[in-house]
């Protein structure tokens, strides 16, 4: 069934040794070269990949310091805000009671005037009154500057108060 020719083994094996030099010289170098060169672009790209890593764990870290340093600061101009309004309302405070103090002191003033314009105003009637009951009285008249010394006489004769 099978025959065995050792014609065509020979040479079979001859062309297999010249196919496997041909193909390492030709197509498994470029092969081989093709595969390291791959090989060296994956190693590249993981160290590439591992200092981009590095990069952004560094990066994460200086956002998180960053992130610490904004909320202390908000922390800062929250609490100088708060100083600022505490600071504020005292001055209104402190403004408005001086204020109120000078309407205080304005209002005694002008009620001590009307007081003194009252009084005055008093005298005068009382004095005009005097010199008519007197007139009646006497039935007779004074002039009016006899009047006025009369009256100052005896207004300066009376307690102030």
């Known amino acids: 069934m099978f025959d065995i020719n050792p014609g065509l083994g020979i040479w079979t094996f001859v062309v297999f040794i010249l196919l496997v030099i041909f193909l390492g010289r030709v197509a498994w170098k470029p092969l081989i070269k093709a595969l390291q060169d791959r ?17 952004a764990t560094a990066l994460l870290k200086e956002n998180e310091q960053n992130i610490a340093r904004a909320e202390e600061e908000y922390r800062k101009t929250i609490r100088a805000a708060k100083l600022e309004a505490e600071k504020m309302k005292e001055e209104l405070l402190a ?3 001086q204020q109120a103090q000078r309407q205080l002191q304005q209002a005694k003033e002008e009620i001590q005037r009307d ?13 005009d009154l005097a010199i008519k009951a ?28």
């Open 39 to 55: 090989e060296e672009s994956i190693r590249d790209a993981l160290a590439s990949a591992s200092k981009a890593r590095a990069e």
């Open 95 to 97: 403004k408005a009671q």
């Open 115 to 127: 007081v003194e314009a009252a009084k005055q105003q008093l005298r005068s009637e009382v004095a």
């Open 134 to 161: 007197a007139e009646k009285i006497l039935e007779e008249s004074i002039d009016e500057k006899k009047h006025k010394q009369l009256v100052d006489g005896f207004l300066g004769s009376l307690p102030k108060s």
